[in-house]
């Protein structure tokens, strides 16, 4: 195991099993449907693309990115878009994929932003819910896993651009991130 790694809170079998799920589940909600799946940069590229290759109705994909807090890993609140969507999503059916859902800052914001474009519908799949850190209310239609008050990262998640590669969903060890959070 990485020397900053305290412990694995979830092992890449059983986040396979569960995006598995959540793919059958997904691809029966939308039978007849097309999915524009829109992945928020950069946590959740290994979530999204895994996900794609389990949905079984036609699906594209689009990307947007906001602001990350930095090396600091607590959420400052503030959103910002870094890069918009490529393309138009009016009339289209959106499935927001995100990492994390930890305080519902950013989803919120996102929700907002891209419901102005009036799309036929939107949808949030999220891997993983700290739900008792939650600052405003937001509904997500698709979870992977609920887990308690800990800092993870590992299967597209960082700190500090790091660690995004590593296979599980790992809790990082408080000393790495110490004074930044
Ligand atoms: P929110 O706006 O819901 O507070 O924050 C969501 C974002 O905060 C996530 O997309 C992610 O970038 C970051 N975040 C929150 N909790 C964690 C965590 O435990 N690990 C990592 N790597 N990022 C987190």
Do not use: W
């Amino acid at each position: 195991m990485h020397p900053d790694i305290e412990r694995v809170l979830l092992a890449r079998e059983e986040i396979q099993e569960r995006v598995r799920l959540l793919g059958t589940q997904i691809s029966a909600d939308y039978k007849g449907k097309e999915i524009l799946a829109v992945g928020v940069l950069k946590g959740s590229v290994v979530f999204l693309a895994d996900l794609l290759r389990v949905l079984t109705v036609p699906v594209e994909i689009d990307f947007i990115a906001v602001s990350s807090y930095g090396k600091a890993s607590a959420s400052s609140g503030v959103v910002r878009i870094l890069k918009d969507l490529d393309r138009s999503i009016t009339g289209r059916d959106v499935l927001l994929v995100e990492d994390i859902v930890d305080t519902g800052l950013t989803l919120n914001y996102l929700k907002e932003h891209l419901l102005s474009q009036q799309p036929a519908g939107l949808r949030v799949c999220a891997l993983l819910d700290k739900p008792s850190r939650r600052r405003v209310p937001v509904e997500i239609d698709y979870l992977g896993f609920s887990i308690p008050d800990e800092f993870v990262v590992g299967y597209g998640l960082d700190y500090a651009g790091r660690y995004r590669n590593l296979p599980d969903i790992c809790v990082l060890r408080r000393e790495v991130y110490e004074g930044g959070r």
